[in-house]
């Protein structure tokens, strides 16, 4: 990642403080989780950061307001579940201002990325991201996920953000493929949420997660659709 480095150095001089600071955590981050990412799909990780930082003055997408905390709260903790998605379908439930679907989608360009969100105000940022970095890969529906029917199934499903377990799987089931899994990030271990689950037998697996310059709990919950 050393290139890279390099390159956000030279930043622009309005926010290249900033800049460098969240390129090199971003850099040393993706260091840390080894996931095999190239400096391209450094570059527009960044490139990412930058839209969502010029577009959160206007429009509040996030609390996280600096760049360089938005490297460890949203980038690389939406990369960290990474190895345990299956492509090539993926959608991403809630997605709010893009996250994980247009982090995803930057890190995997051969997977099909469908971020979905009830909110239009946030994603008509998301749209203007997809566009803006040219990411062929990604695409957008507004629509409650109780409404969506898609023409084809998901291989993963995954939320950030959306309700609790029980809703999830309740309303994504039917949008997996017989393989598919959906994936629920949660902070601390969800214990209320899992005692609730009418079948506690869709959870396959609860597995702690290490974000790096993150320091709080991160759990991904999978379950399986039957």
């Known amino acids: 990642m050393a290139v890279f480095a390099k390159r956000i150095n030279k930043d622009?001089?309005?926010?290249?403080?900033?800049?460098?600071?969240?390129?090199?955590?971003l850099a040393h981050g993706l260091e840390k989780l080894d996931l095999g990412l190239d400096d391209g799909v450094a570059a527009r990780l960044m490139d990412y950061v930058q839209l969502l930082t010029k577009w959160n003055r206007v429009y509040n997408l996030t609390s996280v307001r600096k760049p360089q905390d938005m490297v460890a709260r949203?980038?690389?903790?939406?990369?960290v579940v990474l190895p345990y998605l299956e492509?090539?379908?993926l959608l991403d439930i809630g997605t709010g201002a893009g996250l994980?679907?247009?982090?995803?989608?930057?890190?995997?360009?051969?997977w099909e990325v469908v971020m979905l969100d009830s909110s239009n105000k946030k994603l008509r940022f998301v749209r203007q991201a997809v566009a803006e970095l040219g990411l062929d890969n990604a695409s957008v529906e507004h629509v409650r996920?109780?409404?969506?029917r898609p023409a084809q199934p998901f291989d993963s499903l995954i939320s950030r953000a959306f309700?609790?377990?029980?809703?999830?799987?309740?309303?994504?089931?039917r949008l997996c493929t017989p393989a598919g899994r959906i994936h629920a990030m949660k902070g601390v271990y969800p214990v209320a949420e899992m005692e609730v689950l009418?079948?506690?037998?869709?959870?396959?697996?609860?597995?702690?997660?290490?974000?790096p310059g993150l320091d709080a709990e991160r759990h991904l919950v999978i379950m399986k659709p039957d």
Not at 198 to 211: A, G, S
């Open 74 to 79: 949203h980038i690389l903790d939406s990369l």
């Open 163 to 173: 309700s609790s377990l029980q809703e999830l799987h309740e309303q994504g089931r």
């Open 100 to 110: 994980p679907g247009m982090v995803l989608a930057i890190a995997r360009p051969d």
């Open 198 to 211: 009418t079948d506690p037998d869709v959870v396959e697996d609860v597995l702690p997660l290490r974000v």
């Open 145 to 148: 996920l109780e409404d969506y």
């Open 12 to 25: 622009r001089k309005g926010d290249s403080r900033q800049g460098q600071n969240a390129g090199q955590r």
């Open 87 to 89: 492509g090539p379908r």
